[in-house]
């Protein structure tokens, strides 16, 4: 580790007290991978001890719609009087510029506070990874998923799903809720349990395998609402609004891609093109509506997209060509 990189120096820092060559030398130490926890811990201890003032970020971005809205007004009175300026190309282009500079600086700024507030764990296509929580709990993320978690916890252990995952929450001594957060605004609530969530932009679903949970959620121009789950319960919130409770026999079929087994209950070809396009990257192309509108079901072993798409194939009896990056579904040829 570099000398100057100590604990003292990283609190005058984020005290705003090192110099512009501190500074400097702060930021290429961070930049080693090593060294960015330890910079996390050393940050925590000082947010312990110093309280900070957290902005409202939407009274600040009121304010800048109101400027933009008094600067546009502005504009269109003094072209109302004024003959239209000439603005030479290479005072646009300074213009475009400085406006792309500033979105990549926001952008910047915010996946920094992204990755300074939180774990992110993430898998790729075709990819299934499991994560322990601090607390004992564990998570098993889905393919094409995202999971964050803070790293600055308060009372209740909150994290935040993008995609898919089965959830096995550890119950604590001090009785605190476990709060799974998505991006359209369902919170599934929790104490100690084991479930398995999907949460992706066609749908939200919750499948209740041991324990209890609270489903909330909201409805356009409505109050919040909360439904209790019981073991064996299934809801669903659709892209429309539309809510849906049922039971289900087997709650563990939902959560069997686990173990790269995959469960069809009269599953439509065009669901299961879903499934292809979010699991592993891959679009399906079904120009016949009689064929998308084929079914199946049944419980099926695959360790990769191409063992189970063979599969369906074969179980349908229709032909698989590929177009590119594109699988195309048709009538198999007599």
């Not at 990755?115 to 296509?125: E, F, R, V």
């Not at 550890?170 to 605190?176: P, S």
Request: glycine share 4%; hydrophobic share 35%.
């Amino acid at each position: 580790m570099n000398q100057f990189a100590n604990k003292q120096l990283i609190f005058d820092f984020l005290a705003g007290k090192a110099t512009a060559h501190q500074r400097k030398q702060i930021d290429e130490w961070y930049q080693n991978p090593q060294h960015q926890e330890l910079f996390y811990e050393w940050l925590e201890e000082w947010e312990q001890s110093h309280l900070q003032f957290v902005a409202d970020k939407q009274q600040a971005l009121n304010r800048y719609h109101h400027f933009l809205d008094n600067t546009q007004l502005k504009n269109t009175v003094d072209n109302d009087k004024l003959p239209t300026p000439e603005i030479s190309s290479s005072r646009r282009n300074w213009f475009v510029w400085t406006l792309a500079a500033s979105l990549v600086i926001v952008l910047g700024c915010w996946q920094f506070q992204n990755q300074l507030l939180n774990y992110t764990y993430s898998t790729a296509y075709g990819q299934i990874k499991t994560i322990k929580l601090s607390d004992g709990s564990q998570v098993t993320l889905n393919a094409n998923s995202v999971l964050r978690v803070p790293r600055f916890g308060g009372k209740t252990r909150e994290v935040k799903l993008e995609g898919e995952a089965l959830f096995s929450i550890t119950h604590t001594a001090q009785n605190e809720r476990f709060v799974v957060k998505t991006d359209n605004g369902v919170d599934v609530v929790v104490l100690g349990t084991e479930f398995s969530m999907f949460a992706r932009k066609r749908a939200t679903q919750v499948v209740l395998q041991k324990g209890k949970v609270e489903f909330h959620y909201q409805q356009s121009n409505q109050d919040h609402k909360q439904i209790t789950l019981n073991p064996g319960d299934l809801v669903s919130l659709e892209k429309d609004g539309a809510i849906r409770l049922k039971p289900t026999l087997q709650p563990t079929n939902y959560s069997s891609w686990r173990d790269h087994r995959y469960v069809f209950e009269e599953t439509t070809l065009k669901e299961v093109s879903n499934l292809f396009q979010e699991n592993f990257g891959i679009k399906i192309k079904i120009p016949d509506p009689k064929i998308a509108a084929l079914s199946i079901s049944g419980a099926y072993q695959a360790q990769t997209a191409d063992e189970l798409i063979a599969i369906i194939a074969e179980v349908l009896n229709l032909q698989i060509t590929r177009e590119g990056d594109e699988l195309l579904l048709s009538s198999n040829p007599i």
